[in-house]
């Protein structure tokens, strides 16, 4: 009942509606790779091939009229897309484990403002509570456009409501220590932000976060020769969370020490493991951890959007998961996939575009349905036009294209 009811509300929704280290902590690369396409490449996910160390600036780049891309140097008077190097605009602040339970990362447009339009990374891999944020501006247009992006900042505050330009000074996140309910959105300073232009997110964040994480993110597509999409990757997510994005891809990589229950305190996930002292009724309703502590992730594309989503999940972990493809033209190529779904596994697939498991059903005592619950759903299937970051360009250039609607849960693939 658990998993059906989350998935009838979900699909209502529907038809209504990779780097580097760590800024302020040193460590190595972390990159994930895989895509659910014939069609996409394979090997490490990346946002760009030759952007700039983390927090440093290249002065070639510093000059708005030629900003320097894939391509080299493009002509003031020229017209292309002009993208930014990555700059660390939040550097280690405290993130206090304790108070904080949601953060926000992006959103759609709001009273022409506000609108990332871009890459959203977040990655769990600060060791201490601190929080890093990155951004990397762009425009598509000239070097008067290019200009423009000094309008564009940072918008981080803890403020009820939908946003505003100027908010009460004591909810800005970035002063003292990161506080709870933040939203790390763009901000453009003037009239109406220009439709070509956006901004790419990367938060780094502590590992040890179990707070819910909402992500939104649009595709820029106004100019038709660079269609640059919302992509969202995630890496060593161990908690719940919402993700919305349009045609982009989108990969999440949950952490391997991954709960059925993320906001439960561990030793009560350990006694529910070994309910009632042996195991034999694991996960009983009678056990510790209360139902409602049970971890939800949900990652769509709403029609009429294709995306290629990618969960990857550890292998041991209780959990239940709903893949759809609700594209309304049948039959088509976007048949939702579960690659690792064997003796511990319950298929349910009478439907090919909208299949079900529950994954290490940990005794009879549980409740059918719970655990983890995971629901994955693209709202169509068709080949989507992109250009990546910092891929080379050329004026009049027809953009790169593959098949796009592909949703896959699997382990280890990312």
Request: hydrophobic letters at 35%; charged letters at 20%; proline letters at 9%.
């Amino acid at each position: 009942m658990i998993r059906s009811d989350i998935v009838r509300i979900v699909i209502g929704g529907l038809v209504l509606a990779a780097c580097p280290g760590r800024p302020g902590e040193g460590g190595t690369d972390s990159t994930i790779s895989g895509d659910p396409g014939s069609s996409s490449t394979t090997g490490p996910l990346t946002t760009t091939t030759n952007e700039l160390p983390t927090g440093t600036t290249d002065p070639s780049t510093t000059d708005t009229s030629e900003p320097t891309t894939t391509t080299g140097v493009i002509p003031g008077d020229e017209v292309g897309p002009r993208e930014g190097p990555w700059e660390v605009v939040v550097d280690a602040v405290p993130f206090p484990l304790a108070d904080i339970h949601t953060l926000t990362v992006g959103r759609r447009e709001y009273e022409e403002n506000f609108a990332n339009r871009g890459v959203v990374e977040v990655l769990f891999d600060h060791e201490a509570e601190t929080i890093t944020v990155e951004l990397r501006k762009y425009v598509f247009g000239d070097a008067i456009d290019a200009q423009e992006l000094d309008r564009l900042s940072l918008w981080a505050y803890a403020a009820p409501g939908n946003p505003v330009p100027h908010p009460d000074p004591a909810t800005d996140c970035t002063q003292g220590a990161w506080k709870d309910g933040c939203s790390i959105y763009a901000y453009y300073d003037g009239k109406s932000q220009p439709a070509r232009m956006g901004m790419d997110f990367r938060v780094h964040l502590p590992t040890g976060y179990r707070g819910r994480l909402l992500v939104t993110t649009e595709d820029n597509i106004t100019e038709e020769s660079w269609p640059r999409r919302g992509d969202v990757t995630v890496v060593d997510l161990c908690s719940s969370g919402e993700i919305f994005l349009e045609a982009g891809r989108a990969n999440i990589r949950m952490c391997r020490d991954l709960s059925p229950a993320p906001e439960c305190p561990p030793e009560d996930v350990q006694a529910c493991d070994d309910f009632p002292f042996d195991g034999s009724e694991a996960w009983s309703a009678d056990c510790p951890c209360d139902q409602s502590l049970f971890g939800q992730l949900l990652v769509r594309a709403a029609q009429p959007w294709a995306a290629n989503i990618i969960l990857d999940v550890p292998g041991d972990v209780w959990l239940n998961a709903a893949l759809q493809n609700i594209e309304l033209m049948k039959p088509h190529d976007c048949k939702p996939k579960m690659t690792d779904c064997g003796p511990n596994c319950q298929l349910v697939d009478d439907d090919e575009y909208s299949i079900t498991a529950e994954f290490n059903y940990p005794s009879a005592a549980a409740p059918s349905g719970a655990g983890f619950n995971f629901f994955a759903a693209s709202g169509a299937c068709t080949k989507v036009a992109f250009a990546a970051p910092g891929e080379p360009w050329t004026p009049g250039q027809t953009p790169s294209e593959e098949l796009r609607g592909l949703v896959k849960l699997c382990t280890d693939c990312l």
